[in-house]
């Protein structure tokens, strides 16, 4: 599967490279592409050389490594294409820095199905909702582009003038400058908004960001069918007695665009247990999402402790480690901690002196904003899911994955 993805990304850019994108409005997507191919036939010597839009030198930069301080880490470094655009396979946190040996704070998330995320904000209850990151602090993919570029332990440039020196050595600066309208005397500030500009185009533009070609979308297109377990799957992932997924992770078609996004951006705080790595060995220090450290102008709101942006479920199992802070390798153990969180806690959290430490990735005083009801069960009630429920749920996550081919004829 993943190697198919591959293909698909790499005939895209080979055909939009061959029909030089003119003449079809210059978009880097797949149909767009497709479209432009039927003249590749017969180019005539005497065209003119394509002018590189936005969308493009965002395709460019988002796979170019010059531009942060290591010289060694480009966006895909982090964001694998054939990974969902999410952790490379086998990566723990992501190492970042000058010296490419940082290891950042939380797990890398997908970059697909980011479109309809909104800015941050709280709705008439009074609920977060919305915004880029795992605590929503970037309202937009262009303040998004900024906190890699120059966190220290990612890409690291350690100001703006140091990013602009890195632009202007790029081969292709003077299409950056082109395409964004700069003239050649473009300050570092306006270099700097065009290579975030261009990052924001490239992601809202190419459709490998929200393909929909999962084979819960050809279900969904009548075009084949589930498995009895995949059935069984997204059955119990939409009852509010069983997973209870559905009421965060959405599994209907979201309003405007027709596809469900197995998300609705919502916060929630799920105690997951805490990782045990570098970012976090000083016992002292708690990531807590909404309240800091990573944003601060929540810091005074406790009653948000604790809690992270619920993340789409497409692509997931392409994605693994998962939860903000990478604590879980396979979809078995989250949908297991899901089922038996506090029935079974000893499973998830370490034991001192025969006492489980529960929720140990959030200090004792926060532990109360921990999210109750379906799946969680009380201790001593029967779980809402059942092993059968849990293996069934698994199966159908496995449906989220893009590149679902209906086989030949069954069109
Ligand atoms: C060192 C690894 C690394 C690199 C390099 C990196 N990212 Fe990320 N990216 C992450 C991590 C980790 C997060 C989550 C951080 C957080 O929530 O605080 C993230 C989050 C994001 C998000 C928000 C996703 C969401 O669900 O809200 C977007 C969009 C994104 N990155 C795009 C980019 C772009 C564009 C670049 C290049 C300019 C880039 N990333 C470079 C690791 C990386
Ligand atoms: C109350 C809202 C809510 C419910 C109900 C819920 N989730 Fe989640 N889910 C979240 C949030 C929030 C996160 C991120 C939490 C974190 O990282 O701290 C998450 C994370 C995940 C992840 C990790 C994804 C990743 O990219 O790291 C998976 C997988 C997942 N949920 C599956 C499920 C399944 C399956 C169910 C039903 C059994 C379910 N969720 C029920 C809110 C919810």
Redesign the pocket.
């Known amino acids: 599967m993943p190697i198919r993805l591959r293909l698909v990304g790499l005939a895209t850019s080979m055909l939009a490279a061959l029909a030089g994108l003119s003449g079809c409005g210059g978009a880097s997507t797949a149909s767009d592409a497709n479209a432009g191919a039927e003249t590749v036939s017969a180019p005539r010597a005497s065209a003119p050389a394509p002018v590189p839009t936005l969308a493009d030198i965002g395709n460019r ?2 796979n170019e490594a010059s ?2 301080a290591s010289g060694k ?3 895909a ?3 694998v294409e054939s990974r969902g655009h999410a952790d490379a396979e086998g990566s723990f946190l ?3 820095g000058v010296e490419g040996r940082h290891q ?8 697909r199905y ?1 479109d309809q ?1 909104g800015s941050f904000g709280f709705d008439a209850q009074g609920r977060a909702r919305g ?5 929503g ?2 309202d937009t ?1 262009q303040q ?2 900024r ?3 120059f966190n220290g ?3 690291a440039n350690v100001d703006v003038a140091a990013l602009a020196t890195r632009l202007r050595a790029l081969p292709y600066a003077g299409d950056l400058r082109a395409a964004a309208g700069l003239p050649a005397a473009a300050t570092d500030d306006q270099l700097v908004d065009a290579a975030v500009n261009a ?1 924001a185009r490239f ?1 809202a533009d190419d459709v490998r960001f929200h393909a929909f070609t999962s084979k819960f979308d050809a279900v969904q297109d009548g075009r084949t069918t589930f498995t009895d377990q995949e059935q069984r799957g997204l059955a119990a992932f939409n009852d509010p007695q069983r997973g209870n997924c559905a009421s965060c992770h959405d599994s209907r078609p979201a309003p405007g665009i027709g596809r469900a996004l197995f998300t609705n951006f919502s916060y929630h705080a799920l105690g997951v247990p805490r990782n045990r790595s570098q970012a976090t060995a000083d016992p002292a220090f708690f990531d807590l999402g909404l309240c800091g450290p ?1 944003r601060n102008d929540l810091a005074g709101r406790n009653d948000l402790c604790g809690m992270f ?1 619920t ?1 789409s479920l497409r692509n997931v199992a392409l994605t693994a480690p998962y939860f ?1 802070n990478a604590s879980f390798a396979t979809l078995e153990d989250v949908v297991a901690f899901y089922a038996t969180r506090d029935l079974d806690p000893g499973r998830w959290y370490p034991t001192v002196n025969g006492q489980v430490q529960l929720y140990d990735d959030l200090p004792a005083g926060l532990r109360t904003n921990v999210q109750r009801g379906a799946p969680f069960r009380r201790a001593g009630q029967a779980a809402a899911i059942s092993p059968q429920d849990a293996a069934d749920i698994v199966a159908f996550l496995r449906t989220l994955t893009d590149g679902f081919n209906t086989p030949a004829g069954a069109q």
């Open positions: 930069l988002f531009v942060s880490l480009a966006c470094a982090c964001h992501p190492l970042g950042g704070l939380r797990s890398t998330p997908s970059v980011l995320a915004g880029l990151f795992w605590d602090r970037a993919r998004q582009a906190g890699p570029l332990d990612e890409m990052l992601q990573q942006r993340p903000h």
